[in-house]
């Protein structure tokens, strides 16, 4: 019987076809249930009387139903730790695209003991048992994967779960596995043609939309995801039996974020010292970064035991009264785009009983782009005050601090490719004895760029190159947890620093969304980096198993491995990655090497004139979070609202 089948499910449709078997919805199988039980009770009834007629029903075909779907795999999946000898939990697709997941990713999220780290709104990395996932293994198809990220996390979003048959996680070890993982082990498999038996093929088309999309200007707010896949078998005569399975996936789609976040550093938990234990009890050093008291100890991390030594009312960290003062803060708002091509497939073959040869291939890409546009806070520990918090959890309310106004925009591009391709021959030498040969290859390649350029703020709008001067600073007030938001910390720009009274009027008719303000030359930067990672593994396995009849040993195996594992890395170190065109604080790579150098002048007043946009791109930036709050308010009434000046990225370079 052959169908074609479409079902419109989340946007989407899903076209199969088949020349063998019945498939069903399980609305449409209740209907069909119930609909059939009262003719067969009828027919039971009837038969009673009409004995001939029980041989016209025996020799009618018998329609088989097979029931599929969600309740199949939790049955495969029980069906599966029954049948293993180690702690296993799993997931076993019956058709290909029953994971309702857009990655294989997200698939293992559903797994018992498996959570993900989520980047960009999806599962990436795979953490087993609470523990990292770099403590972690993965196989594909019982061989070893390759990853970008520098140690075992498998970036697991490249792969489509449509083109996987089975997922599995391993939480004990045995000893055919290649080798052991701390946390766990995730086995990935595809499918093998000829065990399957059937002819299939099937094209999926789904959409997605993305609200938060449609509030950034010029952006797409609906993406999609196309996937196709073709399974079959022969018998070619005397030549055996030979099948193919080959699948693929296309996906445009993007994952609009809006951020804000605060930043401590060096990796430090940095907290400041406070007078007291009472709610406005201020920090005992107050003019630097709470760290910076004259090589005194301080709360940090690796000098916390000497702050308790050093004071005789310090007993433990219960006695020290602090406060969490983040170093940075910022609002960041992302114009994305998210690409992924996907290609896997199997041949395999067996001429006789008793020889099986599988071919497969796995390649799989991501391209991922992203265009950042931050408001920066810099050096919120400067000059403290007005502090109220409470000192025995370190929690803010508010506090008020001398700091910077940066406008810096990114433009970030990641590109993964895995490529992954397996030879495997089985031969089953006698009905005891059985030998297997594998050669792996496995390939990710993932490169990183992002280009940064940075301008900050003066109160003073300048209308010649030649005034170009170096940054204004301002008092700032920030409301931690402000009322009616999500936990936003809300900034309020109450004057410049050079007003000992905080006097709105020294902010003049400063605007934070006029860009042309932004033009302090001694917080100008450009600076791009790059880094790629690349991990290749060559292995090469033969296995042994033997059924013996030794008696309560029923079988052995054994085998040997060689494998050769590469990984390299260009560009960059643990602290900065990549390369810096300009230094931190100064155009240093301008004529001259300074920032008050003419040609600095020029650049930074042409940037700030030529590349600013007309208009704040995302509107209703954090508006649900805000709770009608505006997002920046300022003391002198001007720019108070919800955006800040932003520039063309393009446009900076060029000018810079």
Not at 71 to 84: M, V
Not at 443 to 450: A, G, H, L, M
């Amino acid at each position: 019987m052959r169908y074609i089948h479409a079902v419109d499910t989340a946007g989407g449709v899903d076209m199969r076809a088949n020349t063998t078997g019945t498939h069903f919805g399980l609305r449409t199988l209740a209907s069909i249930c119930t609909g059939l039980a009262a003719p067969l009770i009828a027919a039971s009834a009837l038969a009673q009387d009409a004995p001939d007629s029980e041989d016209a029903l025996s020799e009618a075909p018998i329609e088989e139903i097979v029931v599929k779907g969600v309740r199949r795999t939790i049955q495969d999946s029980i069906q599966l730790k029954r049948n293993s000898v180690t702690i296993v939990d799993g997931l076993n697709a019956e058709e290909i695209g029953a994971l309702p997941a857009l990655s294989i990713g997200e698939a293992l999220e559903t797994v018992t003991g498996a959570a993900t780290h989520r980047e960009n709104g999806g599962a990436t990395e795979v953490a087993i048992r609470g523990l990292g996932p770099y403590l972690g293994n993965t196989v594909v198809n019982f061989r070893e994967s390759t990853n970008g990220s520098g140690n075992r996390a498998v970036n697991f979003s490249i792969f489509p779960s449509e083109l996987f048959n089975a997922v599995a996680i391993h939480k004990t070890q045995t000893a055919s596995y290649l080798e052991g993982a701390v946390s766990g082990q995730v086995h990935l498999s595809t499918r093998r043609p000829i065990e399957y038996g059937e002819q299939r093929a099937q094209f999926s088309l789904k959409s997605s939309a993305h609200p938060d999309d449609s509030n950034i200007i010029g952006q797409d707010e609906y993406g999609y995801r196309a996937t196709a896949s073709y399974i079959n078998s022969w018998e070619i005569g005397g030549l055996g039996t030979i099948g193919i399975s080959i699948g693929g996936q296309v996906r445009d789609d993007s994952n609009p974020e809006a951020e804000a976040t605060h930043t401590t550093g060096g990796g430090r938990f940095e907290a400041c010292v406070l007078e007291s234990f009472d709610s406005t009890a201020q920090p005992l050093d107050t003019s630097g970064r709470c760290d910076e008291n004259a090589g005194d100890p301080d709360l940090s991390n690796d000098q916390l035991q000497d702050l308790i030594d050093s004071n005789p009312n310090y007993n433990s960290v219960s006695d020290i009264p602090f406060a969490y003062i983040a170093r940075d803060r910022q609002f960041r708002r992302n114009t994305t785009d998210d690409d992924r091509d996907a290609l896997f497939g199997v041949l395999q073959w067996q001429p006789n009983d008793r020889i099986d040869v599988m071919l497969d291939f796995q390649q799989s890409e991501r391209d991922q782009k992203e265009l950042r546009q931050d408001l920066q806070f810099g050096g919120t520990q400067n000059n403290l005050r007005d502090v109220v918090s409470n000192p025995r959890t370190g929690l803010l309310e508010s506090f008020v601090a001398d700091t910077d106004i940066r406008s810096k925009t990114t433009d970030f591009v990641r590109f993964e490719e895995y490529e992954g391709a397996g030879l495997n021959i089985a031969w089953q030498a006698t009905d005891a004895l059985e030998v297997s040969f594998d050669a792996a290859f496995a390939d990710t390649r993932r490169v990183e760029t992002d280009v940064e350029v940075r301008l900050a703020a003066n109160e003073v709008l300048i209308t010649e190159p030649d005034r170009v001067s170096s940054r204004e600073e301002f008092w700032v007030r920030f409301d931690v947890n402000a009322p009616g938001t999500d936990g936003l910390t809300l900034p309020t720009v109450l004057s410049t620093d050079g007003s000992s009274s905080r006097d709105p009027a020294s902010l003049l008719d400063f605007d934070i969304n006029d860009p042309r303000y932004f033009t302090a030359r001694d917080r100008a930067q450009v600076r791009a980096r790059q880094q790629i990672r690349e991990h290749t593994i060559d292995a090469f396995r033969l296995d042994l198993s033997w059924d013996t009849d030794l008696g309560f040993v029923s079988n052995l195996e054994g085998g040997v491995r060689f494998s050769s594992l590469e990984y390299r890395t260009f560009g960059g170190n643990r602290n900065r990655a990549g390369f810096s065109l300009y230094d931190d604080e100064d155009l240093d790579g301008v004529p001259h090497g300074s920032s008050n150098t003419p040609e600095a002048r020029v650049v930074v007043f042409n940037a700030a004139n030529n590349c600013g946009q007309g208009s704040f791109p995302e509107p209703g930036f954090l508006s649900e979070s805000r709770g009608g709050n505006d997002l920046i308010t300022f003391a002198h009434g001007i720019g108070t609202g919800t955006g800040w000046a932003t520039f063309d990225h393009g446009c900076l370079l060029d000018e810079l």
